[in-house]
Every structure is written in C-alpha cells, then in structure tokens.
C-alpha cells in the first residue's frame, strides 16, 4: 500500500488523487502486486496518523507577491499542511509530488520544490492543475518506483545525508 497526503483547496488536486486512486485500484485487480493508493486528504481535523508509516505528499502551489524566485517567495493556502508536516516525522516523507499551473512558468510546481529542500525528500513528479490519464501513470509508476525502493533498502532516497 502507497500512503498519501495531500492537499486541495479548490478541488484540482483531490480529482486527480481520485484518477489515481482508480488506476491504482485497476493495476492492482489485473496484479495483486501492484500497489493500492491509500489517500488521505488534509483538513483541520484529518487524523494524521498517516505520517507515522512512509508516506508520500502532494502539495498543489499557491504563492502570493513576487515572483517566487527572485524577489519574495509568500506560501499561502497551504500553510496548514506544512505546518502539519513540520510537526510529523518526516523521515518517513519518501517523496513530493506538486501540482501547479505551467502558466506560471518557472514558478511551476514550486512549492513541492520548496518542500523538497525542507523536508530533505525528492521531488517525483509535476502534474498540472486536475491532471490527465497520462500524468496520473507517470505518478502512479513514480511512487511505485520510490515505495520499492525504500522496500528493498529500508532507508528513503534523502537529498543530502
Ligand atoms: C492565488 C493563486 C496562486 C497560485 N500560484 C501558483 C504558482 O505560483 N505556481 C503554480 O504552478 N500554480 C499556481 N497556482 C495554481 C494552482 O496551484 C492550481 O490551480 C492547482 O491545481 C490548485 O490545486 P487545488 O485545486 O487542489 O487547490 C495558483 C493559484 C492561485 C489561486
């Protein structure tokens, strides 16, 4: 089983958990080996027990004033899920995958960039806004690859030691 937590404020990020949850569901019922998703969406009162087994997370981006780069970088929306993750154990974070919308260029996705740094773990995979058939495989086969990984060495894929 794949443990993921996630956060969605206007819904794009929750409907692609769904079309991934549903390709999970539909490669484990044609293989008993592959992975089933269980996803937990983050809300004030979510129980986030989650966290206490290797997990991986999903932050979509929403940053207000500046460009994010160069000059001013303001989280916003998301703040609660971070602090959520500040206070888990995040040795147990395999990996972020972020979502966002490429019309902010290079400010794409970058709040899982940000976490990746934060929270020691990689970046595996972008998709953008509700995402599509394509992307959730490239994530689905994504967190496939980095839940073995961590099976077969029992230590996460850290950016620094
Ligand atoms: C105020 C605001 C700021 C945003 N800033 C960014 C950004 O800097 N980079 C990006 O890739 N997407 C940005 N987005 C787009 C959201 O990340 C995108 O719509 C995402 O799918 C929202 O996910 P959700 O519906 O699950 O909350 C922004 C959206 C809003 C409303």
């Known amino acids: 089983?794949?443990?993921?937590?996630?956060?969605?404020?206007?819904?794009?990020?929750?409907?692609?958990?769904?079309?991934?949850?549903?390709?999970?569901?539909?490669?484990?019922?044609?293989?008993?080996?592959?992975?089933q998703i269980n996803a937990v969406e983050y809300s004030e009162s979510v129980d986030?027990?989650?966290?206490?087994?290797?997990?991986?997370?999903m932050v979509p981006t929403y940053l207000d004033g500046g460009d994010g780069i160069n000059n001013g970088y303001q989280e916003v929306m998301t703040l609660d899920f971070r602090d959520e993750l500040d206070a888990g154990n995040t040795?147990?974070?395999?990996?972020?995958?972020?979502?966002?919308?490429?019309?902010?260029?290079?400010?794409?996705?970058?709040?899982?960039?940000?976490?990746?740094?934060?929270?020691?773990?990689?970046?595996?995979?972008?998709?953008e806004l509700r995402g599509n058939d394509e992307e959730a495989v490239k994530i689905y086969t994504a967190l496939t690859n980095y839940q073995k990984d961590f099976e077969q060495r029992g230590v996460k894929r850290a950016l620094t030691h």
């Not at 040795?91 to 976490?115: C, D, M, P, W």
Request: with cysteine; hydrophobic share 45%.
């Open 48 to 57: 986030v027990s989650i966290m206490d087994h290797p997990f991986f997370a």
């Open 1 to 35: 089983m794949i443990n993921l937590f996630y956060v969605s404020i206007s819904g794009n990020t929750r409907a692609f958990v769904k079309r991934l949850c549903a390709y999970a569901d539909q490669q484990h019922a044609k293989n008993a080996d592959a992975y």
């Open 91 to 127: 040795e147990n974070l395999l990996g972020i995958v972020g979502s966002g919308n490429r019309n902010f260029n290079a400010q794409f996705g970058l709040t899982a960039k940000h976490y990746a740094r934060r929270f020691n773990s990689p970046v595996i995979g972008l998709f």
